[in-house]
C-alpha cells in the first residue's frame, strides 16, 4: 500500500506541471488557485456525505485545519508561482523539492524523530541529483536583486509546505482522518485565497476555454484530492522525512512526460542526476530488518 501511495502521488504531481501551463493565460493564478481548492474541498465534503463520515470536530482541530488550508493550500502556492516570475522552473523545482530538507529538520523540531543516515544519504543523494538536472540553466543564472527574490520564495514555498506536512502528522496522530481533514483544509485555504484575492482587488472572472477547464479538472480530481490524499495518508504511515522524498520524484516525472509530449532530449546530465534521484530513493526506502538505522545524534538515549 506504501508503495503504491508512494508511485501514485509522484506520477500525478508530475504530471501536473504540464497541466499548469494551461492555467497561465487570461485568469490570474491566485484566482486559479482558489478554484482549484474550492471546488476540491466541496467534491471532498459531498464524498464524506456521501459516506456518512464524522465532520463535526473540535475547535482546536479547526485551528489546525486553518493552518493546513493556509501553509499547505494557499500561501505556499503563491510563493512558488511568484517565484517563477523571477528565476527560471529549474531552479524553483529545487528550491521547492527542498521541502525534503525542511521535513527532516521539522520533524526533529516539532516531533524529535533523530536523523538516520538513511534519510540523510538519501536526501543528499536526491538533492545533489536535482542540481546536476537543473544544472544548465543554474550555470547561466545571473545573481541579480530579481533572481534573489525568486530563490526566496521558492525556499519559502517549500518551508510552507513542509510547515502544513507537520500540521497534518499532528491532525492524523489525534486520530482525524486524512479526507476529512483535507476538506476542511482546502476549504479554508479557498477562503485565504478569496481574503488575498480582495486585497489586491483581483475581480471574479473565469475561462471556459476548454484547455483551461481540462486542466482545472485534472488539477481538482488528481493533483489535490488524489495526490494530496495519497500523500499525507503515506505521510502519516511512515513519517515525513521519507514521504518528502516524493518532493525530489516529482521532477523526474515530470522529465519523463515532457519527453513524450515536448521533445525533451536527454543528455548525459539528465541521466546522471536521475540514477542520484533514484539511489536516494532506495536509499531513504530501504527497509533494514537486521538492526534500525543509527540516528545522528550524539546522544545515546535517544539512540534507544
Known amino acids: 500500500m506504501n508503495t503504491l501511495l508512494y508511485f501514485v502521488t509522484a506520477f500525478v504531481w508530475g504530471s501536473t506541471w504540464l497541466a499548469i501551463t494551461f492555467q497561465l493565460g487570461t485568469i490570474p493564478i491566485d484566482l486559479s488557485i482558489f478554484y482549484r481548492f474550492?471546488?476540491?474541498?466541496?467534491?471532498?465534503?459531498?464524498?464524506?456525505?456521501?459516506?456518512?463520515?464524522?465532520?463535526?470536530?473540535?475547535?482546536?482541530?479547526?485551528?489546525?485545519?486553518?493552518?493546513?488550508?493556509?501553509?499547505?493550500?494557499?500561501?505556499?502556492?503563491?510563493?512558488?508561482?511568484?517565484?517563477?516570475?523571477?528565476i527560471p522552473s529549474g531552479l524553483n523545482a529545487i528550491g521547492f523539492s527542498m521541502v525534503l530538507v525542511f521535513n527532516i529538520l521539522n520533524s526533529a523540531l516539532f516531533y524529535r524523530i533523530p536523523l538516520t543516515f538513511s534519510v540523510f544519504?538519501?536526501?543528499?543523494?536526491?538533492?545533489?541529483?536535482?542540481?546536476?538536472?537543473?544544472?544548465?540553466?543554474?550555470?547561466?543564472?545571473?545573481?541579480?536583486?530579481?533572481?534573489?527574490?525568486?530563490?526566496?520564495?521558492?525556499?519559502?514555498?517549500?518551508?510552507?509546505?513542509?510547515?502544513?506536512n507537520m500540521v497534518s502528522m499532528r491532525t492524523q496522530k489525534q486520530g482525524i482522518p486524512v479526507m476529512e481533514s483535507n476538506a476542511y483544509a482546502m476549504g479554508y485555504g479557498a477562503v485565504w485565497m478569496f481574503i488575498v484575492l480582495y486585497l489586491k482587488g483581483i475581480p471574479l472572472q473565469f475561462d471556459f476555454n476548454y484547455s483551461y477547464l481540462i486542466s482545472l479538472f485534472y488539477l481538482v480530481i488528481f493533483g489535490s484530492i488524489v495526490a494530496f490524499g495519497c500523500y499525507l495518508t503515506l505521510l502519516g504511515r511512515i513519517g515525513a522525512n521519507k514521504a518528502g522524498y516524493v518532493q525530489v520524484m516529482t521532477p523526474v516525472v515530470a522529465l519523463v512526460i515532457s519527453t513524450f509530449f515536448e521533445d525533451l532530449i536527454w543528455e548525459a546530465h539528465l541521466f546522471i542526476g536521475v540514477g542520484l534521484i533514484l539511489l536516494g530513493n532506495v536509499i531513504t526506502l530501504e527497509k533494514k530488518k537486521s538492526k534500525p538505522d543509527i540516528p545522528l545524534s550524539l546522544s545515546t538515549q535517544e539512540a534507544v
Open 38 to 86: 474550492s471546488l476540491a474541498s466541496l467534491l471532498i465534503f459531498a464524498w464524506c456525505f456521501f459516506k456518512h463520515a464524522k465532520l463535526r470536530f473540535s475547535l482546536e482541530a479547526h485551528c489546525l485545519f486553518m493552518a493546513q488550508g493556509l501553509f499547505l493550500f494557499s500561501m505556499n502556492y503563491m510563493a512558488a508561482y511568484g517565484a517563477s516570475y523571477y
Open 121 to 164: 544519504g538519501g536526501a543528499m543523494s536526491g538533492m545533489i541529483g536535482i542540481i546536476i538536472i537543473f544544472w544548465p540553466s543554474l550555470s547561466t543564472l545571473d545573481l541579480s536583486e530579481e533572481s534573489l527574490i525568486g530563490i526566496l520564495l521558492s525556499l519559502l514555498a517549500g518551508l510552507l509546505s513542509s510547515f502544513g
